[in-house]
């Protein structure tokens, strides 16, 4: 729980740390009704501040209960067993008849255990990638949209991720790392922030003799994120404040924490609305944000933030 000090409140408005964007009559009242609408933008920065300091002090607080640990078979993110698939049945017949032919071609292919285990399938569909914790993954495909799956087929930007880094893995040695890929499940996976509930998409493990990093990696539209201020683009250094909180005794040495964010958003799309306008690329790039649109996206993963 919070407990304020009223005393406390009109300090933080007379510290000035902070910028307000208003109109000048907003701030500088003419007449004795214009001193409401001076009030509430009072009220609204106090909120966000109040709303700020709350999740950097329970951000502290769970900080200090994580831990490192090896990953082990009965992970949240491994205890499920199986896929279910849900194929939606269309009412006009013609289409039904044609949905019926597909499900009649997963049947068999389901049979297939171990191809199932060695190649993707366009049917599902499904992808192979050795360096993923299990095999296979359901992906996206926009003409299998009716294919629905339990957990969830990775969406349009997962599975470019996916397959851009499994592409660049086979033609690439990445400096002799052994590099292993997992899906991080939400309400399952590992959770950042208790009061957002950010879930990143995926757990990448690069490895190189004693010395470990670790990425959690999340490919989303950063539109919607607003600018750079969002606690799931702040991550990037939250993390390295989590992992020098955590204590490691083990061998081999203490694992890197990075964090990173694939825009699906295109960065001429972005760049005049997000944040105050006109952001360079470098600037997101520095932020941990790197567009997916970049042929050499996976190769700057490797170079600049593994």
């Known amino acids: 729980n919070l407990r304020l000090c009223k005393d406390g409140l009109p300090e933080i408005i007379r510290n000035h740390n902070y910028k307000v964007y208003a109109f000048p009559e907003q701030v500088c009242p003419q007449r004795y009704l214009d001193l409401n609408n001076l009030e509430e933008i009072i009220l609204v920065m106090l909120r966000s501040y109040i709303d700020k300091f709350y999740t950097y002090k329970l951000r502290r607080a769970e900080t200090k209960q994580m831990q490192f640990s090896f990953m082990v078979k009965e992970d949240d993110n491994l205890t499920y067993d199986q896929y279910t698939l849900k194929i939606e049945i269309p009412k006009d017949k013609k289409e039904r008849q044609k949905r019926k032919q597909e499900i009649e071609k997963i049947k068999k292919l389901l049979k297939q255990v171990d191809e199932l285990y060695q190649k993707d399938f366009d049917e599902i569909p499904t992808l192979h990638f050795d360096r993923h914790l ?46 292993f890929l997992l899906r991080n499940l939400s309400r399952r996976g590992i959770k950042f922030f208790q009061t957002s509930g950010f879930y990143p998409d995926f757990i990448m493990w690069a490895r190189k003799n004693k010395e470990q990093t670790v990425v959690f990696i999340d490919p989303k539209g950063i539109r919607n994120l607003g600018n750079f201020n969002d606690e799931k683009i702040q991550l990037h250094k939250t993390i390295k404040e989590i992992e020098d909180e955590i204590k490691f005794d083990k061998e081999p040495s203490k694992p890197r924490l990075e964090s990173l964010i694939l825009s699906v958003s295109n960065y001429d799309d972005i760049k005049k609305t997000f944040g105050e306008g006109n952001i360079q690329k470098h600037e997101f790039e520095e932020r941990h944000i790197l567009f997916m649109e970049d042929k050499n996206l996976i190769d700057k993963i490797f170079k600049n933030i593994v």
């Open 134 to 179: 299990y095999t296979p993954l359901v992906v996206y495909d926009k003409h299998k949209e009716f294919v629905k799956s339990e957990p969830g087929k990775l969406n349009d930007g997962e599975t470019r991720f996916i397959k851009g880094l499994r592409d660049y893995l086979k033609k690439s040695k990445v400096n002799d790392r052994e590099v």
